[in-house]
């Protein structure tokens, strides 16, 4: 009886370190059937992104009962998360137990880093070209758009090497909200396109001036941040590219490391001391601040837009702690304003691989489904985005709402419209940053190192060559990067430190078997003592 126990038991560590040990079972590679099986059940799951938007999560839902209604063999289980990076952290736990989704909303940048386990995203090349079931194609229960029909700079930023990942979904830009108001009354006029930097940091140092009651004259109150950046590691991006400083290639190298990169420390260190500029992270949600006329500059995404100005339709602070002025919309500050350079950013959708490829072409016609028009335009309609196809760019129904029309007659937030036409007018001017396993690290260092000297200034500890040299080593080991080479770095090529679920996940299995091994051990030890001890009474 012992033997069979200890066998089975064995049998069952074996299964289990297979499929639950950090690169699960192994999937062959997906192949595209010849055609979809209708007559089989699928049960997908879907992990989407949403903040507080009540709007956008009805999207969702009503996008998954159209779908259904066409697709009735294939059920739609949405898991709504508040933030990308605890979609991003889930989905490495489930890489680690086999357990990913089937379609998940994230950023090229941790797709990357999905990728470094073997068959776990599903290349989307041959689909799209598919001529039953890619995009436009003929055997779809739903006007699909053609690939032509996506805008190209949008689907590029889906391309890992050689084979696109994902499919954009939603696109958006950094903009910046401005209180015009408060800028012409203090002597200031706005230019008619364009902010550059050395505007911004003369008119926010302005904006310091206090009355003898040691209020500040511009607003009279006893707070003014006048600049405020939402996103640190897009402002040293866009900074760097702007002025033509290296960052990273496709391949990995980093050379963010360079005197661009120490200027802008030393830029963020000067107006900090002054408390002309301040971050997100250190003082708290711009739009808070612009909204109560406590800040002339803030800079967020455009999908945040319905959060900028005293007429926004959200509102994180009372009603009666906002003041009344007027908002303009500008690009992101720039150095030369006939040479722009702007960040594209916005969710994408990828597939994840599973052993039926028949349940991984359901994956691919609900992503799919994501890009049709009525999708797009009422996801677009819900905050400062733009549909990633020229295709919904282009109906009647979007060119109304770009108009000031809504679908029910009513008129759209102006300052949400602004934003989206930031992005339109100027998408030629976008870019994208370097796709590679460890580029949402180097990301989240790039921010990082602006939050510390910021945060080291308000501590008043000096910002010098020595403060500096101590910084890019700290930041190297924080967040992986070996240096190599002269003034380079490349990114730790492994999947890096597991989330803590993960790790509890992998800790209490580890346990549990100990635990079960243990047991067994001493059961046998117990029988073989209680054997000798028949032999010997024998």
Known sequence: MMKRIT?????????????AC???????????????DTSKKYEITFWAKNDTNKN???????????????????????????????IYNDVITNIATGTTPNVCITYPDHIATYMTGKNTVVPLDDLFANKKYGLGGSELLFDSPKQEEIVPQFLDECRIADNHYAIPYMRSTEACYVNKTYVEAMGYTLPEEVLTWDFIWEVSEAAMKKNADGTFAVNGQTVMIPFIYKSTD????????QKGAGYATGDGRINIFNETMEDVLKTVAEHTQTGAFSTFKMSGYPANFLNAGQCLFAVDSTAGSTWMGSEAPLLDISADKVVKFETVVYP????????????????????????????????WLFAQFL???????????TEGYVPVTNKAQQTEEYKEYLNGRNKDGSEPYAVKIAASKVLLTYVEDTFVTPVFNGSASLRDAAGQMIETVHKSVRRKQTVDEEFLQKLYSDTMALYHLNPEGTGTA???????????????????????WAGIIAYVVCSFLYERRKQSKKTIDF
């Open 56 to 86: 956008q999560t009805m999207i969702y839902e009503k996008s998954i009962e159209d779908f259904q209604k066409l697709y009735p063999n294939i059920t739609v289980n949405l898991r709504l998360y508040t933030d990308y990076g605890k």
């Open 332 to 363: 992101v500050p720039q150095y030369d304003p006939e040479n722009r350079k702007m960040i594209s950013q916005g969710p994408s959708v990828c597939i994840f691989q599973k052993p039926d490829d028949q349940e991984v072409l359901a994956s």
């Open 490 to 512: 490349n990114v730790k090529a492994d999947l890096g430190k597991l989330p803590g679920t993960a790790v509890a996940l992998l800790a209490t299995l580890g346990l549990t």
């Open 234 to 241: 897009n402002m040293m991006i866009q900074i760097l590219r």
């Open 371 to 381: 890009l049709t028009d009525e999708v797009q335009i009422a996801y677009a309609e």
């Open 22 to 36: 950090h690169g699960s079972k192994e999937i062959d590679e997906f192949k595209t059937p010849e055609s979809f």
């Open 7 to 19: 066998r089975f038991v064995l049998l069952c560590m074996a299964t289990c370190l297979l499929t």
